[in-house]
């Protein structure tokens, strides 16, 4: 919000210099962000009168001298601007001085003369019109004749002020105006407050047929309107314009320039509806029906539902509550009678109206953040204040108020000195709380340590002790704030628990893997479970949707994680990375039903990718199953398919029975869909691996109990089987463990293929250890062997080769 | 008596010549074998004259015994030769390159998140993960943050329904211990928010970690104090904390914290934009309304909570200026953080 120096101290006595100023401001909360000075580059331009003027043969120029004063009294300067004449008061720029748009003035030879300056126009000043009248011609800026020879143009000007750009945090919705923020200054400068003139008079006149109806007062809960007449229209002051421009706004109309200079200085945006155009001169404040159609004063047709209020009269809408008015009530240079609107409205409404249409306005920004009916009152008696003072209007004694039945009491309750000060920590002597509330125009009456405060009517935020420490500490100071450590806090254990350091340690594990860590948004599109191929009825498809999406490419939750690694895999690729390691851990998101009802499961999913030349199958699953071993679980392989993997080579992990994830080489077309030049496809090798960490970490078993070796002999046993070659290790391993409780470990040590064992053939061998409650001898490891052998050759005509 | 020094004399010449193994097994069959020359010797014993019987035999045991220890001297000396040539034969060259396998690292924000759990660990903080998908009860209302309240927009909000959302800060998580847990409380909650913005400074998808503490007695004070070491861990030892008034429904007082320029000591510089303080985090003491809302006696308890931005401290401490970079994922970034 912009703020205008000057301004401020028409309401308050600033003593301090600028900058100590901007610094209290944050100290007690309100940051400014920007600090404009109006004269910022502008040095060593003067007020000067033209001594005499003529005309340089030859040229377009004319040869004026210029009396600046003390700055000197005969400037020699040359112009091409016509609008000079004899006696004329103009900026002069003198030899050294500065302008806005950068440029510095030296001497200048102009054909056969040098001249020592230049006259400057409104826009070499960087002002307008509205700034000061003439500065939008065509020309020298004419200063008016009584302007002091010799003055600093910046002075002169007004130009040696600040506009203050200062952010407001939502708490403060009664700091959205220059009385708001003087009223802050005042309190911490310890300066009286000037407040503005709100007095008026009326006149007996009134309005037979006005009428003013809130039907939809829980979004309008207070309803100010005032009848004027004999409204009449010119150009507002200069002061006015000056600030109305400082602060964004053009000036109009000197009744419309009131209405936002109102906003600007109370904080109450106001709006002038002109009678003649309101049907049956009412006004009827009710939501909109569907569909209800309003052009605003931009000119743009606005299509309503019953979200938006409306401000309408007996026929039509008029105006869009609190965002802006309609074109058809506009008021017009022909408009002699105005109905003046001062009102609440429920800042939420007024927030989702504004989002809903795109339409943000500075009545709608202060709605938004909230108004108080306080400031509602104050709106309207100092609009009707300016219409008297400036001779606008007369003012009738048709006023017009509807409200919902709030309270416009001041808020009362008690806070003890001792509670105020067991929030800050701190003991903040009495005398000094009780001086910063009444600087806050707190009523304040002491009663021993308990404090009796009226809350002044603006300040919504305020409610309990609490508020009160705040007000106290931005006040009194942070620097004020002694630092302990706990005191008073309970010793408690802390840190990781057991799943959480499982978790850092599965991370780490997978670096020393060679994996890097990556982080992907937890959103995707559609696109993405597109890229991997899924099929219309894949679950992964049963995906939670955002309402608001930012774009369409971050639409849906993910509900799988490997179009995230590709990704990633895809741009390092791209960046000429030729191989890479990397791992996820993070959440999929699986709604239970759609649409959804409750939250969705938040799965953690173990993504591994690995791409390059040296990557293979085996690769990953060297690292899945070291995974395994360093946690003391037991993962086993079985051929499995993903719409995206390998049909070949792609395998369902489990644990305890369980499913707990898959591994597989990505598709040849997937990898012919991915967006990288074709040259870098050829060869691209990229292997995933998504596990359930959820799930696997159910699985980990912290308790570790150590178990003696019984003591009983185990004897190892070698076993070599020609196999088809499409039999699967795995099954093999697993028949032999079903054939034999005893084979407590079996392990494949070598496995190869060749012209010997004939065609589709394959020799795999194992290593099987057998162990007992008792010795195992040879006679049982026989016995064992000969049930193993029969069962192999049943199952998968295996012929056992001697060894 | 004979005199077995001829004897001696080839003894002594052919233990000379024994260089290996094999000469050394050769040497051992012709003088100490079942063959060899001093057995021979015995065979000898038969032609000697009874009286001179047991002289004799002593002194062949003693030539033999006198050969043993040459032997042993000899078989050792051999071994110690085999290994040094073994040695020599087996040398490799040691600057040769391992086989080489790459070592990954933990992605910077996990870092940082881990650097700043171990110091809040050591105040005795305990770590709980809140959902990612929230509903407007636990990420707002319940927070103070109230349905008509313009704060809602200082977190633009992904909605998933009209209740479900993704959570836009971590201070559900809050809620969440305080349902759960009674005081004393001392938690962090680390984890992923989402806000409805993205550019050059923001990601919709980012980390921040809440703290909170609940218990009797916690005042302001306790924050700064707290904060003061958190930041004397993360920045170093000399950073020092400076509160300023801020706003957060649920917090009151709240302030925002910054911390004196670690780059410059607080003199001023391109860092902390020239004003020698750099802001790292929000906080305050819990408004008694979440207090109330969890059903902590707000006349017995109190509270301080605090969030951080991750991202924020992980940029600061390794010295990134662009928040895209860490989401990019390349090799060439990622490989850079091996701490």
Known sequence: ?803 | MKDFSEIKEQVKAKIEEVKDNASLSEFWQSYLGKQGVIQGLMKEMKNVPPEEKPSFGKAVNEVREWAQGLYAQKQSQVKELELKARYEREAIDVTMPAMKRDIGNLHPITLIKHQMIDVFAGMGFEVFEGPEIEDDDHNFTRLNVLKDHPSRDMQDTFYLTEELLLRTHTSPGQIRTMDTHKPPIKVLVPGKVFRSDSDATHSPMFSQMEGLVVDKGITLCDLQGMLDKFVQEIFGSGTKTRLRPSYFPFTEPSVEVDVSCFECGGKGCSLCKGTGWIEVLGGGVVNKKVLENCGIDSEVYSGLAFGIGIERITMLKYGISNMGVLFRNEQDFLEQFKA
């Open chain 1, 1 to 803: 919000m912009k703020i205008l120096q000057s301004w401020l101290k028409e309401y308050v006595d600033i003593d301090v210099t600028t900058e100590e100023l901007v610094e209290k401001l944050f100290g007690s909360g309100f940051e400014v962000e920007e600090t404009i000075y109006l004269g910022k580059d502008i040095e060593k331009i003067y007020v000067g009168e033209v001594t005499s003027i003529e005309k340089y043969e030859g040229t377009h120029l004319y040869i004026c001298h210029v009396n600046c004063g003390e700055q000197g009294e005969d400037n020699l300067i040359l112009t091409g601007a016509d609008n000079v004449f004899k006696g004329a008061k103009v900026p002069a720029a003198l030899i050294g001085a500065k302008l806005p748009n950068g440029l510095e003035i030296q001497p200048r030879k102009m054909k056969d003369m040098i001249s020592y300056g230049m006259l400057c126009s409104g826009g070499e000043l960087g002002i307008d019109d509205n700034w000061i009248k003439g500065a939008d011609v065509n020309g020298i800026l004419i200063l008016p004749d009584d302007a002091p020879v010799g003055e600093d143009i910046v002075k002169y000007l007004g130009l040696d002020d600040y506009v203050f750009d200062i952010s407001i945090t939502a708490n403060r919705p009664d700091c959205q105006s220059v009385l708001g923020i003087a009223r802050e200054v005042a309190a911490f400068l310890k300066k009286p407050l000037k407040e503005p003139d709100y007095s008026y008079n009326c006149t007996e006149k009134t309005h037979p047929d006005i009428s003013v109806e809130v039907i939809d007062k829980d979004l309008c809960p207070r309803y100010l309107g005032h009848y004027i007449y004999n409204v009449k229209h010119f150009e507002s002051p200069q002061w006015m314009k000056r600030r109305l421009s400082v602060c964004g706004f053009g000036a109009i109309d000197a009744i419309v320039d009131i209405t936002n200079y109102v906003l600007l200085e109370i904080g109450q945006p106001m709006h002038a509806y002109d009678l003649d155009t309101l049907d049956g001169k009412s006004i009827v404040v009710r939501r909109a029906t569907y569909g209800e159609k309003i052009t605003t004063l931009d000119e743009k047709e606005r299509v309503l539902t019953a979200e938006n209020l409306l401000i309408c009269d007996k026929a039509k809408g008029v105006g869009l509550a609190g965002i802006m008015g309609g074109l058809n009530s506009e008021i017009e240079p022909t408009t002699t009678e105005i109905l003046l609107e001062a009102a609440k409205f429920r800042r939420d409404n007024v927030r989702k109206t504004s989002r809903a249409l795109g339409l943000h306005t500075d009545a709608a920004a202060r709605f938004e953040k909230g108004v108080d009916e306080y400031g509602v009152e104050c709106g309207m008696a100092r609009a009707l204040n300016l219409v008297q003072t400036m001779g606008v209007a007369e003012i009738s004694s048709s006023a017009y108020d509807v409200t919902a039945g709030e309270s416009t009491e001041n808020v009362k309750f008690d806070v003890t000195v001792s509670k105020v000060n067991s929030v800050l920590g701190i003991d903040v002597p009495q005398e000094t709380i009780v001086e910063i509330l009444r600087a806050l125009q707190f009523g304040v009456e002491e009663n021993g340590e308990t404090l009796s405060l009226t809350v002044p009517r603006w300040r919504a935020d305020i409610e309990n002790y609490q508020d009160i420490a705040e007000e106290i500490i931005r006040e009194y100071g942070y620097s004020h704030v002694v630092p302990t450590f706990l005191d008073s806090a309970k010793v408690t254990g802390g840190g990781l628990n057991y799943l959480q350091n499982k978790e850092l340690s599965a991370k780490k594990f997978f670096c020393a893997m060679g994996f890097y860590e990556i982080q992907t948004l937890a959103m995707y599109s559609k696109r993405e479970l597109d890229m991997i191929m899924l099929p219309e009825d894949a679950p992964e498809r049963k995906c939670v949707e955002l309402l608001n999406p930012i774009t369409d490419n971050l639409s849906i939750m993910r509900t799988v994680m490997s179009p995230c690694m590709i990704n990633v895999i895809a741009d390092n690729v791209k960046n000429d990375r030729s191989s890479g390691r990397f791992f996820e851990l993070a959440n999929v998101y699986l709604p239970k039903e759609l649409p959804l009802k409750e939250a969705p499961e938040e799965r953690k999913i173990l993504c591994l990718g690995a791409y390059g030349a040296d990557e293979t199958f085996f690769t990953v699953k060297e690292a899945i199953e070291s995974f395994a071993l360093a946690n003391g679980l037991n993962f086993t392989f079985k051929r499995g398919e993903r719409p995206y993997l390998h049909s070949g080579m792609t395998a369902e992990i489990f644990c305890n029975e369980k499913s707990i994830g898959h591994l597989g080489k990505l598709k040849y077309e997937v990898v012919e869909g991915l967006n990288i030049a074709e040259g870098k496809k050829t060869d691209l090798n990229i292997i995933i691996a998504e596990l359930n960490y959820s799930l696997i970490q159910e699985m980990y078993e912290p308790e570790i109990k150590y178990v003696p070796d019984n003591g009983f002999a185990k004897i190892k046993r070698d076993l070599s089987l020609i196999l088809d070659k499409k039999t699967l290790c795995g099954d093999v391993e697993n028949a032999i463990r079903q054939a034999s409780a005893k084979a407590v470990k079996v392990e494949l040590f070598d496995h190869y293929e060749n012209e010997k064992l004939g065609f589709g053939k394959k020799s795999l061998s194992f290593s099987i250890t057998f162990a007992d409650d008792c010795d195992v001898t040879d006679e049982i490891a026989d016995s064992e062997m000969i049930k193993i052998n029969a069962v192999v050759a049943s199952d998968f005509g295996a012929i056992v080769r001697g060894i």
